[in-house]
């Protein structure tokens, strides 16, 4: 077989044959490429897909790693291959270049490393929207959107009448006529005449005609023949306003363009051009080398054309004032560049440049010069010739050593940038700088930092270094941001009195600077996240700040206020305080307020029982955040003209105060997490006119129709903060791959809702798929984000998500863990374990401020990060799913992390971006870890990141985790079914273990507390059965499906059962049946003092053979256990002092059974919230059939079973050797069953307590 495309051209609805997929298989080498012609590209975006799977215009051609595309060319008689990537830029291939090798390498580095599977990938005919070949160029039809005017006329070509009229399709597009054939109107072929400088006439010898005619030497004339008036008049008006136009601007970026258009040059007043992101070549008709013919260009972009080289004729444009060449892969500069001497700004960004010419300082009118993101390993030399500039802008290159010695030559210099360098150290400069203003070196290595000889610098940026000291000159200090170092010391001297703005948050300050406490004109001081004990009264007292943000400190006390301040904005949250001073909000001595102009009141995460009363006068203030405290008193805040916000979630309120008249303003009040507070109507009704009021609200029952692990559940919460719209999704599948595992996910789109709806959906299927391919959990991870990330398709080209993905499954590796949890994400979305109380973090955040080791790739790629250091301005993240035209920036690649679960394990924590912003790791396990409800458990969070003010989306997902033996999930429920030959043991009698309270929204509920009415445990259980359908047929239920089992019980081979015990769970203070009977009479050997009574029964499978022999009850026997009834299974229990005490027996039902698979279970019944079904019919209140039950000798009735799946019903400890004895008699006095006896049933007699 050849390998190349001659022979073996396939279309898209051609299935690869076994000839073609035994050659591929020989060799991983071997693969193919689609090849598409040129009108798929010129559909729209609705209609790519159908264009795409047209037979006609995509071939599959069979080729190797080593076939050039002068081969494939020739195979299929093209003259040469395009390549377009992300649906964005189209590219002409060399004819050395090798397809099949770019796809290949394409893959590698997106994250595909097994050779077999990358082979497979690149057979996926969906890489077509990241990576596409093409025999023809397709034709960019962006410019069909500055399309002023178009129709089919008849037209003819020249100023004679030697051509004939034929029918056209005329387009007048921006300042070009069109003039194309109907047919191949769309395939590129077409006539572009443009009308700037040209005319446009009346022909007289025809009606309705008019003649253009382009400018030049060489001018083109068509002749355009119109039907009616109407269509004439306004072609001649609106071409007559585009021949009268002067271009000064052509923007022509992003049109993958190898050269310029030819009437082009006949412009001669083309000032400005843009040809941004194209693939500009230097020797073609309108190849960069003919550029000189623009004689007027003052402004010229060739920014990313990947040139290689620098295209020297360009230094003849004398007339050029601005120049951009920007991620071209330079390694050098021409001395032919000083030529250019009016160039006034140029921009040599994202190269490879580690110096440059001298001739460059004949550029004396340079006054901007762009070199970040190179390799210079020090400051030019050449700054010091050019005097005109005042910036130094080197960030992102390979600098160790701030030289201050070399910046005292540059006099002129005034701004510093060396940002995301590799500076360590620094060489000291004795003499002094007059001269540098500001100085950004944030993102560096720097340990210590003395710039005390800047004696004029205004403004410092330090942030994510490493510095321990900072030492600093305060003569002209205005702004110092010092964010998330180790500072232990931070000295400025003298005192800056010019200073404005001081942050130093997140480091190691124990204390606030005496120089800041005496800084005048001081404004807004944050030292948040630091080791402070106490607030200086310095501070406090300072009549300049206007925001003070001592949040996350050690703070116990605050200084009592003497004088009015005008602080606005004060956050003291999180620290130790217990009172607040009494006199904080009362009046000073001049009879002002003291916080008069205080606007905004952070008060979280405290140990505050009350806020004092004097709040009142704080007449301007807003907002009040002050949850997660002891506060008891609802404070005096309701009668504050301007409140607009108050937060007093996770208090110990209990009323709330209310004036006559709530002010106008208020928008927000939250009270969730007050469990004594209780609301009247009344209250309610005078909060209705809050746009957002929360509180809690009572759970319903669950009447989920889905089967719950018992080993895992989950809450999700979500909340759009103040954006419009919710770019939050998340994944949920409790039970995934049959029930033996589960999977969770969110998705965060930032700015986009589209791509966490498409993952969402998707993503679940395609890790079931890879699963089931590989049993490593890094290459089924892996792979399910990178067909995920293929299966983005368009929406992926421009669009990106953050996406994280937790699987949980049996673990066949660890025999001491029954389950394994496997972690892998991308982007800002984390996962949280809390194992034994404490944070364990699962997740990595691909950012550039987090990740150094993905900062320094990004850089090595070329990439522009800018100044809120996010890739090419878009993104801060450097792995996404989807943003695909970020590449190689940005890839889908995934960190992945698997952790065996323990039995320490509690719950898993899922958030987004906004949510970890927010709180830490041991905040968010502190908060959730005593929270029952999962749900209300992810609700507690988000509101905590909103409390912390985060105004973005914001989502948290909690899942329970209870990995432990008591977590089974097997269909049984731990019993095990009676054997043919009756009962082979005796039951087991045990102590009465603890019990446990699981999670609610687990599928168990809680256990019934003693107090609890018996309404209260009907609406618990959310449903009851009467005894009128009170057992279901053994026979029917057995036959119908095999017994479902867990992951630590798996089902056992033919002829092997598992005996595990099955345990039931009473509690009440009224009656044993449930009812407060006023003739009920104690059962001997039942305890009737409201104490638990637990029964433990070990018995034995049966097969559905036997069934017949084994008796049945009566009809109106006691109802049993809902779970049994809907599993097909009821046992009679027999009265304790008869002959078969203690023993389950099987019962049968004469009535046509639906419930025998759980789909038809749940199509007749009603699923409970611990996974039993009852009929919709016999869904009845306890209390309605206690009222009709007939009344018994001992007082006791068959009343509806009200079991739970994890109550247990034991025999007292009194009482377990006479059980003992009476068990094992009848298991030595039970007869053989006779076969004759297959028609006979057995009355059972009733137990009075229903099971």
Same mark, same amino acid.
């Given at each position: 077989?050849?390998?190349?495309?001659?022979?073996?051209?396939?279309?898209?609805?051609?299935?690869?044959?076994?000839?073609?997929?035994?050659?591929?298989?020989?060799?991983?080498?071997?693969?193919?490429?689609?090849?598409?012609?040129?009108?798929?590209?010129?559909?729209?975006?609705?209609?790519?897909?159908?264009?795409?799977?047209?037979?006609?215009?995509?071939?599959?051609?069979?080729?190797?790693?080593?076939?050039?595309?002068?081969?494939?060319?020739?195979?299929?008689?093209?003259?040469?291959?395009?390549?377009?990537?992300?649906?964005?830029?189209?590219?002409?291939?060399?004819?050395?270049?090798?397809?099949?090798?770019?796809?290949?390498?394409?893959?590698?580095?997106?994250?595909?490393?097994?050779?077999?599977?990358?082979?497979?990938?690149?057979?996926?005919?969906?890489?077509?929207?990241?990576?596409?070949?093409?025999?023809?160029?397709?034709?960019?039809?962006?410019?069909?959107?500055?399309?002023?005017?178009?129709?089919?006329?008849?037209?003819?070509?020249?100023?004679?009448?030697?051509?004939?009229?034929?029918?056209?399709?005329?387009?007048?597009?921006?300042?070009?006529?069109?003039?194309?054939?109907?047919?191949?109107?769309?395939?590129?072929?077409?006539?572009?005449?443009?009308?700037?400088?040209?005319?446009?006439?009346?022909?007289?010898?025809?009606?309705?005609?008019?003649?253009?005619?382009?400018?030049?030497?060489?001018?083109?004339?068509?002749?355009?023949?119109?039907?009616?008036?109407?269509?004439?008049?306004?072609?001649?008006?609106?071409?007559?306003?585009?021949?009268?136009?002067?271009?000064?601007?052509?923007?022509?970026?992003?049109?993958?363009?190898?050269?310029?258009?030819?009437?082009?040059?006949?412009?001669?007043?083309?000032?400005?051009?843009?040809?941004?992101?194209?693939?500009?070549?230097?020797?073609?008709?309108?190849?960069?080398?003919?550029?000189?013919?623009?004689?007027?260009?003052?402004?010229?972009?060739?920014?990313?054309?990947?040139?290689?080289?620098?295209?020297?004729?360009?230094?003849?444009?004398?007339?050029?004032?601005?120049?951009?060449?920007?991620?071209?892969?330079?390694?050098?500069?021409?001395?032919?560049?000083?030529?250019?001497?009016?160039?006034?700004?140029?921009?040599?960004?994202?190269?490879?440049?580690?110096?440059?010419?001298?001739?460059?300082?004949?550029?004396?009118?340079?006054?901007?010069?762009?070199?970040?993101?190179?390799?210079?390993?020090?400051?030019?030399?050449?700054?010091?010739?050019?005097?005109?500039?005042?910036?130094?802008?080197?960030?992102?290159?390979?600098?160790?050593?701030?030289?201050?010695?070399?910046?005292?030559?540059?006099?002129?210099?005034?701004?510093?940038?060396?940002?995301?360098?590799?500076?360590?150290?620094?060489?000291?400069?004795?003499?002094?700088?007059?001269?540098?203003?500001?100085?950004?070196?944030?993102?560096?290595?720097?340990?210590?930092?003395?710039?005390?000889?800047?004696?004029?610098?205004?403004?410092?940026?330090?942030?994510?270094? %490493? !510095?321990? #000291? +900072?030492? =600093? &000159? /305060?003569?002209? @200090?205005? $702004?110092?941001?010092?964010?998330?170092?180790?500072?232990?010391?931070?000295?400025?001297?003298?005192?800056?009195?010019?200073?404005?703005?001081?942050?130093?948050?997140?480091?190691?300050?124990?204390?606030?600077?005496?120089?800041?406490?005496?800084?005048?004109?001081?404004?807004?001081?944050?030292?948040?996240?630091?080791?402070?004990?106490?607030?200086?009264?310095?501070?406090?007292?300072?009549?300049?700040?206007?925001?003070?943000?001592?949040?996350?400190?050690?703070?116990?006390?605050?200084?009592?206020?003497?004088?009015?301040?005008?602080?606005?904005?004060?956050?003291?949250?999180?620290?130790?305080?217990?009172?607040?001073?009494?006199?904080?909000?009362?009046?000073?001595?001049?009879?002002?307020?003291?916080?008069? %102009? !205080?606007? #905004? +009141?952070? =008060? &979280? /995460?405290?140990? @505050?029982? $009350?806020?004092?009363?004097?709040?009142?006068?704080?007449?301007?203030?807003?907002?009040?955040?002050?949850?997660?405290?002891?506060?008891?008193?609802?404070?005096?805040?309701?009668?504050?003209?301007?409140?607009?916000?108050?937060?007093?979630?996770?208090?110990?309120?209990?009323?709330?105060?209310?004036?006559?008249?709530?002010?106008?303003?208020?928008?927000?009040?939250?009270?969730?997490?007050?469990?004594?507070?209780?609301?009247?109507?009344?209250?309610?009704?005078?909060?209705?006119?809050?746009?957002?009021?929360?509180?809690?609200?009572?759970?319903?029952?669950?009447?989920?129709?889905?089967?719950?692990?018992?080993?895992?559940?989950?809450?999700?919460?979500?909340?759009?903060?103040?954006?419009?719209?919710?770019?939050?999704?998340?994944?949920?599948?409790?039970?995934?791959?049959?029930?033996?595992?589960?999977?969770?996910?969110?998705?965060?789109?930032?700015?986009?809702?589209?791509?966490?709806?498409?993952?969402?959906?998707?993503?679940?299927?395609?890790?079931?798929?890879?699963?089931?391919?590989?049993?490593?959990?890094?290459?089924?991870?892996?792979?399910?984000?990178?067909?995920?990330?293929?299966?983005?398709?368009?929406?992926?080209?421009?669009?990106?998500?953050?996406?994280?993905?937790?699987?949980?499954?049996?673990?066949?590796?660890?025999?001491?863990?029954?389950?394994?949890?496997?972690?892998?994400?991308?982007?800002?979305?984390?996962?949280?374990?809390?194992?034994?109380?404490?944070?364990?973090?699962?997740?990595?955040?691909?950012?550039?401020?987090?990740?150094?080791?993905?900062?320094?790739?990004?850089?090595?790629?070329?990439?522009?990060?800018?100044?809120?250091?996010?890739?090419?301005?878009?993104?801060?993240?450097?792995?996404?799913?989807?943003?695909?035209?970020?590449?190689?920036?940005?890839?889908?690649?995934?960190?992945?992390?698997?952790?065996?679960?323990?039995?320490?394990?509690?719950?898993?924590?899922?958030?987004?971006?906004?949510?970890?912003?927010?709180?830490?790791?041991?905040?968010?396990?502190?908060?959730?870890?005593?929270?029952?409800?999962?749900?209300?458990?992810?609700?507690?969070?988000?509101?905590?990141?909103?409390?912390?003010?985060?105004?973005?989306?914001?989502?948290?997902?909690?899942?329970?985790?209870?990995?432990?033996?008591?977590?089974?999930?097997?269909?049984?429920?731990?019993?095990?079914?009676?054997?043919?030959?009756?009962?082979?043991?005796?039951?087991?009698?045990?102590?009465?273990?603890?019990?446990?309270?699981?999670?609610?929204?687990?599928?168990?509920?809680?256990?019934?507390?003693?107090?609890?009415?018996?309404?209260?445990?009907?609406?618990?259980?959310?449903?009851?059965?009467?005894?009128?359908?009170?057992?279901?047929?053994?026979?029917?239920?057995?036959?119908?499906?095999?017994?479902?089992?867990?992951?630590?019980?798996?089902?056992?081979?033919?002829?092997?059962?598992?005996?595990?015990?099955?345990?039931?769970?009473?509690?009440?203070?009224?009656?044993?049946?449930?009812?407060?009977?006023?003739?009920?009479?104690?059962?001997?050997?039942?305890?009737?003092?409201?104490?638990?009574?637990?029964?433990?029964?070990?018995?034995?499978?049966?097969?559905?053979?036997?069934?017949?022999?084994?008796?049945?009850?009566?009809?109106?026997?006691?109802?049993?256990?809902?779970?049994?009834?809907?599993?097909?299974?009821?046992?009679?229990?027999?009265?304790?002092?008869?002959?078969?005490?203690?023993?389950?027996?099987?019962?049968?039902?004469?009535?046509?059974?639906?419930?025998?698979?759980?789909?038809?279970?749940?199509?007749?019944?009603?699923?409970?919230?611990?996974?039993?079904?009852?009929?919709?019919?016999?869904?009845?209140?306890?209390?309605?059939?206690?009222?009709?039950?007939?009344?018994?000798?001992?007082?006791?009735?068959?009343?509806?079973?009200?079991?739970?799946?994890?109550?247990?019903?034991?025999?007292?400890?009194?009482?377990?050797?006479?059980?003992?004895?009476?068990?094992?008699?009848?298991?030595?006095?039970?007869?053989?069953?006779?076969?004759?006896?297959?028609?006979?049933?057995?009355?059972?007699?009733?137990?009075?307590?229903?099971?």
């Amino acid at each position: 077989m050849k390998r190349n495309g001659s022979r073996h051209c396939l279309n898209r609805r051609s299935r690869f044959g076994s000839r073609e997929r035994d050659w591929l298989r020989e060799d991983v080498k071997r693969g193919c490429v689609y090849l598409y012609g040129a009108d798929t590209a010129t559909a729209t975006a609705a209609s790519v897909s159908a264009a795409a799977s047209s037979s006609s215009d995509l071939h599959l051609v069979l080729c190797t790693v080593d076939t050039p595309a002068s081969e494939i060319c020739a195979g299929e008689g093209r003259e040469r291959l395009y390549l377009q990537l992300h649906g964005d830029l189209v590219r002409r291939l060399e004819p050395t270049e090798r397809p099949l090798q770019i796809v290949y390498d394409y893959l590698s580095r997106l994250g595909f490393d097994d050779p077999v599977r990358i082979q497979e990938e690149a057979a996926n005919p969906d890489l077509g929207c990241m990576l596409r070949f093409y025999g023809e160029k397709p034709c960019q039809m962006d410019h069909l959107d500055r399309i002023l005017l178009s129709g089919i006329y008849n037209v003819r070509k020249g100023k004679t009448q030697l051509h004939k009229w034929a029918e056209r399709l005329v387009v007048l597009c921006g300042t070009c006529l069109i003039v194309s054939s109907v047919k191949d109107c769309q395939t590129g072929k077409m006539h572009i005449l443009p009308l700037v400088g040209g005319k446009v006439e009346e022909v007289k010898r025809r009606q309705y005609c008019l003649a253009f005619s382009s400018a030049g030497a060489q001018a083109q004339t068509y002749h355009v023949s119109f039907e009616t008036l109407a269509e004439y008049q306004r072609w001649q008006r609106q071409s007559s306003k585009v021949v009268s136009q002067r271009i000064s601007t052509v923007d022509l970026s992003c049109h993958s363009l190898e050269e310029v258009p030819e009437h082009l040059f006949y412009s001669q007043d083309i000032t400005y051009l843009n040809l941004r992101h194209n693939f500009m070549q230097l020797e073609r008709p309108g190849g960069l080398d003919t550029f000189y013919k623009f004689s007027q260009l003052k402004g010229l972009n060739l920014s990313h054309n990947k040139l290689g080289s620098f295209p020297v004729l360009l230094c003849e444009i004398s007339t050029l004032t601005e120049l951009n060449l920007s991620c071209n892969g330079f390694h050098d500069l021409p001395s032919q560049i000083g030529n250019l001497l009016n160039l006034q700004t140029l921009c040599l960004d994202g190269n490879f440049l580690t110096t440059l010419p001298e001739e460059l300082g004949n550029l004396q009118q340079l006054s901007s010069l762009g070199i970040s993101f190179n390799n210079f390993s020090q400051i030019p030399k050449v700054y010091e010739k050019l005097t005109m500039l005042d910036k130094v802008v080197m960030a992102g290159n390979q600098l160790e050593v701030l030289n201050l010695e070399v910046l005292n030559c540059m006099s002129h210099v005034k701004h510093v940038d060396l940002r995301m360098n590799h500076l360590k150290t620094m060489v000291e400069n004795l003499e002094g700088n007059k001269y540098i203003t500001h100085m950004d070196l944030r993102d560096n290595q720097l340990t210590d930092l003395d710039l005390s000889s800047l004696c004029n610098l205004e403004q410092l940026h330090c942030e994510r270094n %490493q !510095l321990r #000291e +900072l030492t =600093l &000159s /305060g003569f002209s @200090l205005r $702004t110092l941001f010092a964010n998330s170092n180790r500072l232990a010391a931070v000295n400025v001297y003298p005192v800056p009195s010019l200073l404005t703005s001081l942050e130093l948050s997140r480091n190691l300050l124990e204390c606030v600077p005496d120089w800041a406490c005496e800084a005048k004109k001081i404004e807004i001081l944050d030292v948040s996240y630091n080791l402070l004990t106490e607030i200086p009264m310095r501070i406090l007292s300072s009549l300049s700040l206007r925001k003070l943000m001592v949040g996350h400190n050690h703070v116990q006390n605050l200084p009592a206020l003497v004088e009015h301040i005008p602080l606005e904005v004060l956050d003291i949250q999180h620290n130790l305080l217990t009172r607040l001073p009494d006199t904080l909000f009362s009046k000073a001595l001049n009879k002002l307020n003291k916080l008069e %102009q !205080l606007e #905004e +009141l952070n =008060l &979280s /995460g405290n140990r @505050l029982k $009350t806020i004092p009363t004097t709040i009142a006068n704080c007449k301007r203030l807003h907002t009040l955040v002050a949850h997660s405290n002891h506060i008891s008193i609802f404070p005096e805040i309701l009668q504050l003209p301007q409140i607009q916000f108050v937060d007093l979630s996770c208090n110990d309120l209990t009323e709330i105060l209310i004036p006559e008249a709530l002010p106008a303003t208020l928008q927000d009040l939250d009270l969730t997490g007050n469990t004594n507070l209780v609301l009247e109507h009344k209250t309610l009704d005078t909060f209705s006119h809050i746009t957002t009021l929360k509180i809690d609200q009572k759970p319903l029952p669950t009447t989920d129709s889905t089967v719950t692990s018992t080993f895992w559940s989950h809450g999700l919460a979500e909340m759009a903060g103040q954006r419009n719209k919710l770019c939050i999704s998340a994944l949920a599948v409790d039970n995934f791959a049959e029930g033996v595992g589960a999977v969770y996910g969110m998705f965060d789109g930032d700015r986009n809702e589209e791509l966490p709806r498409l993952l969402q959906c998707t993503m679940a299927d395609v890790l079931l798929e890879e699963v089931q391919q590989s049993t490593n959990d890094t290459v089924f991870m892996a792979h399910t984000f990178l067909v995920s990330h293929r299966k983005l398709g368009m929406a992926g080209q421009k669009l990106g998500s953050s996406a994280l993905l937790c699987y949980i499954r049996p673990d066949t590796a660890d025999t001491t863990s029954s389950f394994s949890l496997t972690v892998a994400n991308v982007g800002t979305c984390q996962a949280v374990l809390c194992r034994s109380g404490k944070p364990l973090p699962l997740s990595k955040v691909f950012s550039l401020e987090q990740d150094p080791e993905e900062a320094q790739r990004v850089k090595d790629q070329k990439a522009i990060i800018t100044e809120d250091n996010k890739v090419n301005g878009v993104t801060c993240c450097t792995r996404l799913l989807g943003c695909t035209y970020l590449y190689p920036w940005i890839l889908p690649k995934p960190h992945i992390s698997s952790t065996p679960l323990t039995i320490q394990d509690e719950l898993l924590i899922l958030g987004n971006k906004a949510l970890w912003e927010h709180l830490s790791y041991t905040e968010a396990v502190n908060a959730v870890c005593h929270v029952q409800d999962p749900l209300a458990a992810a609700k507690k969070l988000c509101t905590l990141a909103q409390s912390y003010g985060c105004q973005d989306n914001v989502g948290a997902m909690v899942v329970y985790l209870n990995v432990g033996e008591e977590g089974c999930t097997c269909e049984m429920n731990g019993l095990t079914l009676p054997g043919p030959v009756g009962f082979a043991s005796t039951a087991v009698i045990k102590d009465p273990p603890k019990p446990t309270t699981p999670s609610s929204s687990s599928g168990i509920a809680s256990e019934f507390s003693s107090e609890m009415s018996t309404s209260e445990v009907s609406s618990e259980v959310g449903s009851t059965a009467s005894d009128e359908h009170n057992t279901v047929g053994l026979d029917a239920g057995l036959l119908s499906r095999p017994e479902r089992r867990c992951s630590l019980h798996p089902t056992p081979t033919s002829g092997v059962f598992q005996r595990q015990p099955s345990c039931a769970t009473f509690s009440s203070n009224q009656s044993d049946n449930g009812l407060d009977s006023d003739d009920d009479q104690p059962v001997e050997g039942v305890m009737t003092n409201g104490s638990k009574v637990e029964v433990e029964v070990d018995i034995h499978c049966c097969r559905g053979r036997q069934l017949e022999h084994s008796p049945t009850l009566r009809e109106n026997s006691p109802t049993l256990c809902l779970e049994e009834r809907a599993r097909g299974l009821v046992f009679g229990i027999r009265r304790q002092n008869s002959v078969n005490s203690g023993i389950l027996l099987p019962v049968s039902k004469d009535k046509t059974e639906l419930q025998k698979s759980p789909s038809t279970s749940c199509l007749y019944g009603k699923k409970l919230s611990n996974g039993s079904i009852v009929p919709l019919e016999d869904s009845l209140n306890l209390i309605e059939v206690a009222t009709e039950a007939p009344r018994k000798k001992t007082g006791y009735f068959a009343a509806p079973a009200q079991l739970e799946p994890e109550d247990q019903f034991v025999v007292p400890r009194d009482l377990e050797e006479e059980v003992k004895e009476q068990m094992k008699h009848h298991q030595e006095s039970r007869p053989e069953p006779d076969s004759s006896e297959e028609g006979r049933t057995e009355l059972a007699e009733e137990f009075d307590t229903a099971l």
